[in-house]
């Protein structure tokens, strides 16, 4: 049986048994889709242009959901004070208790499905969701190339240097970041790729010109993605923006303590060479030729 196979199997028998393929969502008198916009706005502060990024949906059919939860008492549209051009979702009293009732009733159709396994089923079956869980959401993650000033990419960039800083005996400070710095990763000179989920940054790197050759830089994968194959496909990628820059060879550095970073490297390819750069955290320098 191919994986394809299983995958298909999987999403037929699971959607069935979870009430998706019903008009009713759970007895609501609403499509799981209207019901999950409803946990969304709840469950955070959020936009329309949020809800589309994060949900994927399209944006007329996003709205005729949002004037349906509208009309019915649940949801309240507002132009939000920072910037007139976006709307502001909130619930209503009556959509937190929409909210309330779509979790009570959740909460019992998992109960259900779970009742009849015994503990040790229940713990196999916890922890094949929530492989099933990460992998999908790694596969299905968008690698795309973002202005290094872009929102996605400052976060990306804020939280590596936060693990540094963390993961470094002596903390980590990046200097202040200078005009120059962005310019190094825009084209022609660099590129800055972001992996994003529902419309959050998961992973981030760029790449550059240094020295005549490309270098990798601020390669970041969000902890709670990790084992799911983001590093080397954010790897893979930033090689692929490395020759399209016009390169072939790419270098980076790390430090001792990025043990995961060193064995993702070492696997990839990648072969110790001699300092190539004044950074006083590196510890370790590595070259890779890549394929024409």
Known sequence: MTSTTVLRRFNRNYTQRIGVLEDSFLGLGMPLAAARLVFEIGTRPTTIQALRARLGLDSGY?????????????????????????RVLTLTDDGHKLLAEIEARSEAKACAILDPLSPRQRERLEAALATADLLV????????????T???????????????????????????????????????H??????????????????????GTAEIKRMWVHPDWRGAGLGSRMLRRLEDEAVALGHR?????????????????????????????DNPYATHWYEKRLPA
Do not use: K
Not at 190 to 211: I, K, L
């Open 62 to 86: 996003l709205s005729r959901l949002v004037r349906g939860l509208e009309r019915r008492g649940y949801v309240t549209v507002q132009p939000d004070v920072t910037d007139r051009r976006r």
């Open 137 to 148: 959401r790694a596969a299905t993650a968008e690698f795309v190339r973002v202005d290094p």
């Open 150 to 188: 872009d929102p996605l990419a400052r976060e990306a960039v804020t939280r590596y240097v936060a693990e540094l800083n963390e993961r470094f005996e002596h903390g980590f400070d990046p200097g202040p970041l200078a005009p120059a710095d962005d310019e190094q990763y825009r084209p022609p």
């Open 190 to 211: 660099g590129v800055f790729v972001v992996a994003r989920s529902d419309g959050e940054p998961v992973a981030g790197g760029g790449v550059r010109t240094f020295g």
């Open 249 to 277: 060879v790419v270098r980076l550095d790390t430090r001792h303590v990025l043990t995961e970073a060193i064995a993702l490297y070492e696997r990839s390819g990648y072969q110790r060479i001699d300092r190539y750069n």
